[in-house]
């Protein structure tokens, strides 16, 4: 009985690293003061050398519109190919003087481009800093001799 329960718990050790080592689609950050969450988000989480992936680039604020008109920017870096856009401007207006109207995100699209000389299997990050918030992309690059 004591073998059946260590297979038991080395199989569900072995599907636990397996199924965690698959990256995510969506990825969210949070700045330390709460206000705001940033996040990426792509329809795939893989890709071929020399493809293109496109991200959606989100930031919300928590807390519903700002009182004052909100400008910032956002740095995007990455391994493994390039990114286009590398610097997005947010900028997000505050209600009107009765309160009206008012944006609590913002929404843009990125494209990844992979590197062409990708090994058979290998990552790339796309890395979102706002702030003091970082999301980090994890894509894996895919070479055409590589079977799923």
């Known amino acids: 009985m004591k073998n059946h329960t260590r297979i038991a718990f080395t199989t569900l050790v072995c599907m636990t690293a397996w199924a965690c080592s698959e990256p995510d689609k969506i990825v969210s950050s949070s700045t330390e003061d709460g206000q705001f969450r940033l996040s990426l988000e792509a329809e795939e989480n893989w890709i071929r050398p020399s493809g293109e992936l496109p991200v959606v680039l989100r930031v919300e604020r928590i ?4 009182s004052e008109d909100f400008f910032g920017e956002i740095e995007l870096v990455t391994n493994g190919g390039d990114i286009s856009p590398s610097f997005v401007d947010v900028e997000m207006a505050a209600p009107d003087s ?3 109207g008012g944006e609590d995100s913002f929404m843009t699209w990125l494209v ?10 290998e990552r790339a990050d796309i890395r979102a800093l706002f702030g003091n918030a970082l999301a980090t992309l994890r894509i894996r690059v895919v070479s055409e001799e590589y079977e799923d």
């Open 98 to 100: 009765l309160g009206m």
């Open 63 to 66: 807390g519903g519109p700002p």
């Open 112 to 121: 990844f481009t992979a590197d062409s000389r990708a090994s058979i299997v």
